[in-house]
T-cell receptor, first 112, second 115 residues
Framework: DQQVKQNSPSLSVQEGRISILNCDYT??????FLWYKKYPAEGPTFLIS?????DKNEDGRFTVFLNKSAKHLSLHIVPSQPGDSAVYFCAASASTGNQFYFGTGTSLTVIP | GAGVSQTPSNKVTEKGKYVELRCDPI?????LYWYRQSLGQGPEFLIYFQGTGAADDSGLPNDRFFAVRPEGSVSTLKIQRTERGDSAVYLCASSFAGTFTDTQYFGPGTRLTVL
């Protein structure tokens, strides 16, 4: 009963191009969404978040889009850099609880 | 300042043994979380502490798993009678207040291998 899904286990992109990572969720109670980035042998680090009252949040090269009706969010990285190569996890939480629900991750490789 | 630290970084044990995993959260953070990450999966919630008390332990898989945070800072995750299926990376995270929008800061994890 995976409530947060990332259907693409991996993605390769040329340096300078746009990377688009997708995430779907099933629980309509989720109202806060985050993206975490993880390098090997390190813990996940927070990247960007979005509240359900918004449909877009931007931070430098990173933009998160939320489509509540489709229960879908995406992370755009423009332009992609080799240092962005990592595993990206989508996570969601609800105001009724306190835990984050994570997707299975997408491994991004940015090719120089 | 210092981030979340976890010890040991790696633990190899034999089936049936008892293990303890330690987490030092960021100073001043009242909320502490334990997650388990199996191969190819995302972090899976185990337990959440607010101060010294376990506010939500709904993610603990069975009664072999137990966690404490006696002084509201350091936490220890304890696993009794380990099984091969317990092999995973155990992640600890802390946040300032524990609200649902509070950023959780993760440690590097402890990789547990049960032989």
């Amino acid at each position: 009963d995976q409530q947060v899904k990332q259907n693409s286990p991996s993605l390769s992109v040329q340096e300078g191009r746009i990377s688009i990572l997708n995430c779907d969720y099933t629980n309509s109670m989720f109202d806060y969404f985050l993206w975490y980035k993880k390098y090997p042998a390190e813990g996940p680090t927070f990247l960007i978040s979005i509240s359900s009252i918004k449909d877009k949040n931007e931070d430098g090269r990173f933009t998160v889009f939320l489509n509540k009706s489709a229960k879908h969010l995406s992370l755009h990285i423009v332009p992609s850099q080799p240092g962005d190569s990592a595993v990206y996890f989508c996570a969601a939480s609800a105001s009724t609880g306190n835990q984050f629900y994570f997707g299975t991750g997408t491994s991004l490789t940015v090719i120089p | 300042g210092a981030g979340v630290s976890q010890t040991p970084s790696n633990k190899v044990t034999e089936k049936g043994k008892y293990v303890e995993l330690r987490c030092d959260p960021i100073s001043g953070h009242t909320a502490l979380y334990w997650y388990r990450q199996s191969l190819g999966q995302g972090p899976e919630f185990l337990i959440y502490f607010q101060g010294t008390g376990a506010a939500d332990d709904s993610g603990l898989p069975n009664d072999r798993f137990f966690a404490v945070r006696p002084e509201g800072s350091v936490s220890t995750l304890k696993i009794q009678r380990t099984e091969r299926g317990d092999s995973a990376v155990y992640l600890c995270a802390s946040s300032f207040a524990g609200t649902f929008t509070d950023t959780q800061y993760f440690g590097p994890g402890t990789r547990l291998t049960v032989l």
